[in-house]
């Protein structure tokens, strides 16, 4: 399997448990300062890498009314800040072929959101940038299937590839984890991400914005550590019944810690080796 390098210090793949965390939507500066101020501080201290992650826009958001988040010129200036502040590596999502290329100037991993997971421009423009590229799994695509989009990145000359399990339409408003899909995305030869929050979504399931059941989310974090995983992806808001999107499957800081540690014991007991 192959590794990917995000910096110096932080090598996805390699058997130290890698963490993406933010807030969903880059809100505000002191919003992200918060989270990840309190993410990197807990990563350091339970040995895990911490990537910082949130969004500039939130392009696909189920009402045209909804806040999508600061936008790409003022969102890109607050994760540059948080990247200087706190001194972390950020993800964050691009939706464009344009955006790709601007955010590359800051960012050090480009994120593709599950629905443009098939977009062929859009991941051959995200390959060229140079950067890491962690592909989330779209919610209708088999993981077998997730080889075409994998090559797509590579066809542009990168082989740095992440691909992320997020769960699986199951009807209208639910999605579903086969825990199977870690291992067949592993066999395609890139680390394997698990987005425990976002599959937990319930799509569209109020109405004119997604519900959540962030409940399931340890359950999921669990079992997902112990099929085997590189990293562990998910949404922390200091206040997620406040958070401008996907509050409800959100986590405060204090379930945060109690998945981080769970997931750190059994990734190094058992998930390290699957």
Not at 179 to 200: E, N
Request: glycine content about 10%; aromatic content about 6%.
């Amino acid at each position: 399997m192959n590794t990917v390098k995000i910096n110096d210090n932080i090598i996805v793949g390699a058997g130290k448990l890698t963490f993406f965390g933010g807030p969903c939507m880059a809100e505000t500066l002191e919003t992200c300062l918060e989270a990840g101020r309190f993410l990197r501080d807990l990563c350091a201290e339970l040995d895990i890498n911490y990537v910082f992650k949130a969004s500039y826009d939130k392009a696909n958001r189920s009402s045209g009314t909804s806040r999508r988040g600061p936008g790409l010129h003022k969102g890109l200036e607050i994760l540059a800040e948080v990247k200087r502040t706190l001194n972390v590596p950020v993800i964050t999502d691009v939706h464009e072929c344009a955006e790709a290329e601007a955010a590359a100037e800051v960012v050090d991993v480009l994120q593709i959101p599950a629905f443009l997971c098939r977009q062929t421009d859009l991941l051959h423009t995200a390959g060229r940038t140079g950067l890491p590229v962690n592909i989330k799994k779209g919610q209708f695509m088999a993981p077998e299937d997730m080889k075409g989009a994998l090559d797509k990145v590579k066809e542009a000359g990168n082989t740095k590839v992440l691909l992320t399990e997020r769960g699986t339409s199951f009807g209208y408003h639910n999605l579903v984890v086969d825990m199977r899909s870690l291992t067949t995305m592993r066999a395609l030869g890139a680390p394997v991400v698990f987005d425990a929050t976002h599959s937990v979504q319930l799509p569209g399931g109020l109405g004119n914005a997604s519900g959540g059941r962030r409940e399931f989310v340890r359950p999921l974090a669990r079992a997902a550590a112990a099929v085997g995983i590189d990293a562990l992806f998910t949404e922390v808001h200091p206040r997620p019944d406040e958070a401008w999107s996907d509050g409800p499957n959100s986590l405060d800081f204090k379930l945060a810690e109690i998945v981080l540690r769970e997931v750190k014991l059994i990734h190094d007991t058992i998930g390290k080796t699957a």
